[in-house]
């Protein structure tokens, strides 16, 4: 016996969107990380090319113990900074 089943064509494409992988962009920091990745396996830098490859998740994580970062500042400075951006 059979057993025939018609599927209106909105259900169709509802139930065809589940089927199709998610097209996500990346986001800067990935992007970063990816550029790391590529120029840690060209020069074959070792530390950035274990960090890449130890510390996936979360993205943020890896592009701030990678970057060179700022000096550190003194309280005073610090503060002057403040003072000026408070507006």
Do not use: C
Request: no cysteine; net charge neutral.
């Amino acid at each position: 016996m059979t057993q025939i089943v018609t599927v209106s064509p909105t259900t169709a494409a509802y139930a065809s969107q589940a089927m199709k992988p998610e097209a996500r962009n990346r986001t800067p920091f990935e992007q970063r990380i990816h550029m790391w990745s590529e120029d840690a396996r060209v020069s074959g830098d070792a530390r950035t090319l274990a960090l890449v490859t130890l510390i996936k998740p979360p993205a943020l994580a890896l592009a701030l113990i990678t970057a060179a970062g700022e000096p550190q500042r003194t309280l005073a400075e610090a503060q002057r900074l403040y003072d000026e951006n408070a507006g």
